[in-house]
């Protein structure tokens, strides 16, 4: 079992940045993709990044491509999201998640185990 908790959310004004993290207990994330995830009010968890183990190839939803950035430390069990120019429609809850495979994917129901999420509000 893998327990994953998400920190580094909070409130920003647009056009700033937040760094999320994600931290793994109860077992290691070696050889798990990883991935975050967002839900806005009243829409459904979307995809927003993934990337692979050990963390050669990453991918992005479009929406985010060119502004977030996740990275791993497999030496500390952390995933990290970098988010940069943030926009008041960035808002959401931010979930980390990990699959039982190497590979990245994008659909929720591909991921295996999920954080508790961390709030993100950008205000305008």
């Known amino acids: 079992q893998v327990q994953l908790v998400e920190s580094g959310g909070g409130l920003v004004q647009a056009g700033g940045s937040l760094r999320l993290s994600c931290a793994a207990a109860?077992?290691?994330?070696?050889?798990?993709?990883m991935g975050w995830f967002r839900q806005a009010p009243g829409k459904e968890r979307e995809f927003v990044a993934s990337i692979n183990w050990p963390g050669v190839y990453t991918y992005y939803a479009p929406s985010v491509k060119g502004r977030f950035t996740i990275s791993r430390d497999d030496a500390k069990n952390t995933v990290d999201l970098q988010m940069n120019s943030l926009r008041p429609e960035d808002t959401a809850v931010y979930y980390c998640a990990a699959r039982q495979s190497q590979f990245t994917a994008a659909a929720p129901d591909s991921y295996n185990y999920w954080g508790q999420g961390t709030q993100v509000t950008v205000s305008s």
């Open positions: 109860g077992r290691t994330l070696s050889t798990a993709a």
